[in-house]
């Protein structure tokens, strides 16, 4: 079984469902509340567990009630929590989620404990992370603690994934440490200073990311699948076709994904088309942490291709 360490944010999510998502300074009345765990990082947690990783959560809640049930949920899905930090100095964290009918979103957060992550609490879990095969890294935790990790994991011979979201201007450092990054469209753009309008842009964009250390750029591109780029080229990976419940974490479940089956030792292209299988199926779902299992993911890739040869 492959070991994945993921280093990040874990918080409570509120979802409000709505008709429409709001404009500024408008009211609207929604029709459905729901509670689920959440967090970028314990989101590709839970995705790494249920798809077959030994996986081990490093990270911080509030002594709440809210940290009590996000440590039970990863529980539940089989994930360590050994490295998981108690943090008495403030809340855990938390996001309101307003969801529209077509599944697209509009998210705040209040980070709380996500904020107190440190280098000490990757030192901590040095021993597990040194003998991880995938490091999964994001941007809702401080980001000297994301750059400490991801150097950490690269010196102990991990690939480290990162995926670069909430988009913020990243160190040049932290580039020659990332095995694969998995930006979409936006943070792409903010990351290369590059413009993205077509196919062409994205691939120009990822070659700026390339010359700065990373190996693989991996742009996630919803409905039109993913592009992988690396210094050799660049290759389209479609989409599968589901309908649309709640997109949210879906980035979360392709990251998780594609440490999984790279971690298996995967051809990264055939990894990022098991990752969009594993995203099709998240957002079929409601909830972040809604990732499909390893037998799931299966079962969906035969279904899905038994259709595709009927429909011909």
């Not at 700065?212 to 690396?230: A, R």
């Not at 995967?266 to 942490?289: P, S």
Request: net charge negative; charged share 20%; glycine share 8%.
């Amino acid at each position: 079984m492959v070991v994945v360490s993921v280093v990040g944010s874990i918080h409570m999510d509120f979802y409000i469902r709505l008709p429409k998502l709001p404009q500024q300074d408008e009211t609207v009345v929604g029709y459905g509340f729901t509670m689920l765990p959440g967090g970028k990082g314990a989101n590709q947690a839970v995705a790494a567990a249920r798809l077959g990783a030994e996986t081990y959560f490093i990270g911080r809640v509030g002594r709440d009630v809210f940290g009590s049930q996000l440590i039970d949920a990863l529980k539940i899905s089989k994930v360590n929590v050994d490295y998981i930090t108690i943090d008495d100095t403030t809340h855990t964290g938390v996001a309101f989620i307003l969801l529209n009918s077509s599944g697209e979103n509009m998210i705040a957060v209040a980070p709380g404990t996500d904020h107190r992550i440190s280098k000490d609490d990757v030192n901590r879990a040095a021993d597990v992370i040194g003998r991880s095969n995938t490091v999964l890294l994001q941007l809702e935790i401080p980001l000297d603690t994301v750059v400490y990790a991801a150097k950490i994991g690269w010196r102990s011979g991990a690939h480290v994934i990162l995926n670069p979201a909430p988009a913020i201007q990243l160190p040049e450092e932290v580039y020659k440490y990332v095995y694969a990054m998995t930006p979409n469209r936006v943070e792409l753009s903010m990351l290369s200073g590059v413009k993205i309008e077509g196919f062409n842009d994205i691939i120009r964009a990822g070659r700026i990311l390339i010359e700065k250390g990373v190996k693989y750029v991996v742009t996630t591109l919803g409905s039109d699948g993913s592009v992988v780029i690396s210094e050799y080229g660049a290759v389209h990976v479609p989409a599968y076709k589901v309908k649309v419940v709640d997109t949210t974490g879906a980035g979360d479940v392709f990251s998780a994904a594609l440490a999984v089956f790279i971690a298996e030792g995967m051809d990264i292209i055939d990894a990022c088309r098991m990752a969009n299988a594993a995203a099709a199926l998240k957002i079929t779902r409601m909830g972040a942490q809604s990732a499909p299992s390893r037998e799931e993911l299966i079962q969906f890739l035969k279904s899905y291709d038994m259709a595709e040869v009927v429909s011909r």
